[in-house]
Nanobody
Framework: QVQLVESGGGLVQPGGSLRLSCAASGSIFRINVMGWYRQAPGKQREFVAGIASAGSTSYADSVKGRFTISRDNAKNTVDLQMNSLKPEDTAVYYC????????WGQGTQVTVSS
């Protein structure tokens, strides 16, 4: 089973940017769709963005135009570029297949605050 490790989170001011990275322990080439998800305090985990192996992407309405997902099948990584961050983007961010499977990784904390 492919293990996924998220990194790149941190504290950023509103309007700032962060780039999250997801490193896989094995090949993601045959995983059709990879996704990023997030869970804010007191809320359910939600889908943020997904990318198919051929490169097509999908985004939650709340992040469209601000976030960009990318994948590198040769490097077994999936990245999430987040621009124009808002306080409501504060959450723990996870990568997983889409639809997701257990277990989830540790995630990476993103805090948007002035």
């Amino acid at each position: 089973q492919v293990q996924l490790v998220e990194s790149g989170g941190g504290l950023v001011q509103p309007g700032g940017s962060l780039r999250l990275s997801c490193a896989a322990s094995g090949s993601i080439f045959r995983i059709n769709v990879m996704g990023w998800y997030r869970q804010a305090p007191g809320k359910q985990r939600e889908f943020v963005a997904g990318i198919a192996s051929a490169g097509s992407t999908s985004y939650a309405d709340s992040v469209k135009g601000r976030f960009t997902i990318s994948r590198d099948n040769a490097k077994n990584t999936v990245d999430l570029q987040m621009n124009s961050l808002k306080p409501e983007d504060t959450a723990v961010y996870y990568c997983n297949r889409a639809p997701p499977v257990r277990p989830w990784g540790q995630g990476t904390q993103v805090t948007v605050s002035s």
